[in-house]
Each structure stands twice: as structure tokens, then as C-alpha cells.
């Protein structure tokens, strides 16, 4: 497992053949997974360790990708520590009750031995994954602080941020205390993950292309930091991925990644100019590329690859998440694709 090539690459020790997995392989665009979901809400699906794990290995088994991504969601972790979060299809993850005051952040569930006890179905899934998925080796995932706090601060999914924004500025004691409660929440949930078999993480900040540098090493990069804290002990590589966060490259690396995911906004060769030497990245093919021609497709991922050519590690995925109108078989003509280049052209 320790030379599957992701991991090799996620490591800075890279292979001939390029290594490639996709945010949001899994789901509504395999037919597979749309009919195994029917009758099942998205969240009840990610607490059934069966179905949890048929899903994780569907995108594998179509498209010979090189990881699975662990199928699961950013709220997951808050729904099994007690809060009312569903998640609403076209809309994205809905609380019932916003925090947005002290007494609020006060009212939040302790994280103890109830919440690990209600992690077991999250450790069954990946147990049960990483044998069905044998040499391939599983990314498990959580979502960083800022993203999910936002969408608790918010109560579900915000163009701007601004409640969010705005609590930081004002109340920065109870935004803080917000933020470790969800750093702890989501760092805990990755550590289940590694424990019980997955051999790489990556932390998702999709949103926090929304805050400033400042904003951002004064208000969210200790939380995030400590969420990866808490697997920074375990030998798995830690891949810290942010939308829209090109002029947070270096805080959110010095975060305490081992690996930066980097959207489409930014090309390669740009994010290891402003990186540390060495650090192994991720990404960054712009997912609207799929809906093109087939040329237009794999000179898009030949340009990723040749500017990815002089990392220490490049491990090939989108800029971001698969549309859920995307043509599968386009994902594994990718792959295919992929999978013939040499690495080092450049
Ligand atoms: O292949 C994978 O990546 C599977 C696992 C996964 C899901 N969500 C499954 C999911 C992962 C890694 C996530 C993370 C996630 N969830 C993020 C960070 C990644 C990113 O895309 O930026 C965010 C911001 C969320 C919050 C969220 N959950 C949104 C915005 C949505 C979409 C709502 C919609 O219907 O458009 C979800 C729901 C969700 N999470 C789905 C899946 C497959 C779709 C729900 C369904 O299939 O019914």
C-alpha cells in the first residue's frame, strides 16, 4: 500500500505514470450511485457503513482512478455529535438552529465519549472500504473549520459569507470558541478515519477564499491547524485544498499540510513559485473542461501535467469537485488518458 503511487507522489517521491483521483467522484454523476441512493437521504446514506463503502468504491471500480475519495460530508461529523443538519438536494447542508451568540456556542454538544461512540459507523464504512478496495489506498476527509462553521454560522449555504465575516469582527472570543469546537469535531472525524484504515487525508476549505490573508491567519489558521494536529502524529500525508485561496497558499500550507490541493484559478508552476520548495501538490484540472471536446480535454490535462512537472510530487485531480451533470464516461476516457503520459515530460 505504502507504494501506491498517490501516496508515493503525496510523499515528493514521484512515480513514471502519473497518479489522478477526483473531489466528488463519487455520486450523482454514476448512475450506479443514483440508484443505490434511491429511498435514502444523503446523510442517512453516510451512516450506513454498506452503503457508505459500496459508494467510496464505485468511482474506483468505473473509472481505475488511483484513490477513493471516502464518501461521506462535511456536516456528517456535526450531525453525529448531536445537531439538526440535514442536507437539502440542490441546496447543500441546512442547520436548524445558526449559531450566532455566545450562548449559542455555549449550547453546543460536548464532544465526548457519546460523539466517538457515534463515529463507529464512520470507522465500520472505512473499514469495510479498505478491504474491498485492496491495494488502492482510501483519502479520508473532513472539512476544515471556517468552511463548516460558516455553514453553521449562516444556517446553509451563503454566497458571501457575511454573518460569518461579520461574527469574526465582532465577537472574535465567540467566533474562536466556535471554530475549536469545529476544529476538534472535524479533526477527531479524520483521526477515525486514519484509525481505522485510510491512508491519507485531505482537509477541504472550500470556502475560504472568501477571507483575506489577514482575516484568515488572524481568525481561521490556528483552527485549522489544530484540526490536522490531531492526525499529524499518524504517518498519512495531510492535503490542505482551499477554493479561491491563491493568496492563502503559504498560511494554509503552514497550517500543517504536507500536500496543497490547488484549484483551477491558479496553474501549478504559479503555486510551487509561491510554496516552499518541495511541497507536493494537487490538482488542478478546471472541471468545466470536461463539458468540451475530447482534445480540449486532454490538452487541458497535459498542461496540468507539464506544469506540475517540477514539483516533488504532483497527484493529478480537478480544480474542483465533479458536476453532477458530467459524463462519466468523460472521467474515465481521463483516467485512460492519464494514465498513458509520462510524467516527466516537461
Ligand atoms: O467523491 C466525493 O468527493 C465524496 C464525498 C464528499 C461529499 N461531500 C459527498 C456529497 C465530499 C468530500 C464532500 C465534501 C463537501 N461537502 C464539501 C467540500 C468539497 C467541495 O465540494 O467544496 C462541501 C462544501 C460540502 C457541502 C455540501 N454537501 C454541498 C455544497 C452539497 C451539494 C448539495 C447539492 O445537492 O447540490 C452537499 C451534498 C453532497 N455531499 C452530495 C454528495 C455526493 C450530493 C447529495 C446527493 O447526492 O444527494
Given at each position: 500500500m505504502a507504494g501506491a503511487s498517490v501516496l508515493r507522489e503525496l510523499r515528493g517521491?514521484?512515480?513514471?505514470t502519473p497518479s489522478v483521483w477526483f473531489m466528488?467522484?463519487?455520486?450523482?454523476?454514476?448512475p450506479e450511485y443514483r440508484s443505490l441512493r434511491e429511498g435514502t437521504t444523503m446523510l442517512d446514506s453516510c451512516v450506513r457503513p454498506d452503503m457508505a463503502a459500496e459508494i467510496t468504491v464505485q468511482p474506483v471500480r468505473r473509472h481505475r482512478v488511483d484513490a477513493g475519495i471516502f464518501f461521506s460530508d462535511i456536516v456528517v461529523p456535526a450531525r453525529q455529535a448531536g445537531l439538526g443538519v440535514e442536507i437539502q438536494p440542490g441546496v447543500g447542508p441546512v442547520f436548524d438552529h445558526p449559531i450566532r451568540t455566545e450562548a449559542d456556542v455555549d449550547a453546543l454538544p460536548a464532544l465526548g465519549d457519546d460523539y466517538e461512540a457515534a463515529l463507529e459507523p464512520i470507522r465500520e464504512a472505512v473499514r469495510l472500504t479498505v478491504a474491498e478496495l485492496g491495494t488502492t489506498p482510501l483519502i479520508g476527509f473532513a472539512g476544515a473549520p471556517f468552511t463548516v462553521a460558516s455553514y453553521m454560522v449562516e444556517g446553509g449555504p451563503s454566497r458571501d459569507h457575511l454573518r460569518t465575516r461579520a461574527l469574526m469582527r465582532s465577537q472574535p472570543e465567540v467566533w474562536a470558541r466556535l471554530a475549536a469546537w469545529v476544529a476538534e469535531l472535524s479533526g477527531r472525524f479524520l483521526r477515525a478515519q486514519v484509525l481505522a484504515g485510510a491512508s491519507a487525508v485531505q482537509l477541504f476549505d472550500s470556502w475560504v477564499g472568501a477571507l483575506s490573508a489577514d482575516m484568515y491567519t488572524t481568525h481561521v489558521q490556528a483552527h485549522s491547524a489544530a484540526a490536522l494536529a490531531r492526525v499529524s502524529d499518524l504517518p498519512v500525508p495531510r492535503i490542505h485544498f482551499g477554493v479561491g485561496a491563491a493568496h492563502l497558499l503559504t498560511p494554509m500550507w503552514e497550517a500543517g499540510a504536507t500536500a496543497m490541493g490547488v484549484d483551477h484559478r491558479l496553474r501549478l508552476d504559479q503555486a510551487l513559485d509561491i510554496l516552499p520548495a518541495g511541497t507536493p501538490v494537487q490538482g488542478n484540472i478546471d472541471p468545466a473542461v470536461l463539458f468540451t471536446s475530447e482534445q480540449a480535454r486532454f490538452e487541458e490535462a497535459r498542461a496540468v501535467l507539464d506544469a506540475g512537472a517540477r514539483a516533488s510530487g504532483h497527484v493529478v485531480n480537478l480544480g474542483h469537485g465533479v458536476a453532477?451533470?458530467?459524463?462519466p464516461q468523460v472521467l474515465t476516457d481521463l483516467v485512460s488518458f492519464l494514465h498513458e503520459q509520462d510524467a516527466h515530460r516537461a
Open positions: 517521491d514521484r512515480a513514471d466528488r467522484q463519487a455520486g450523482r454523476s454514476l453532477p451533470d458530467t459524463d
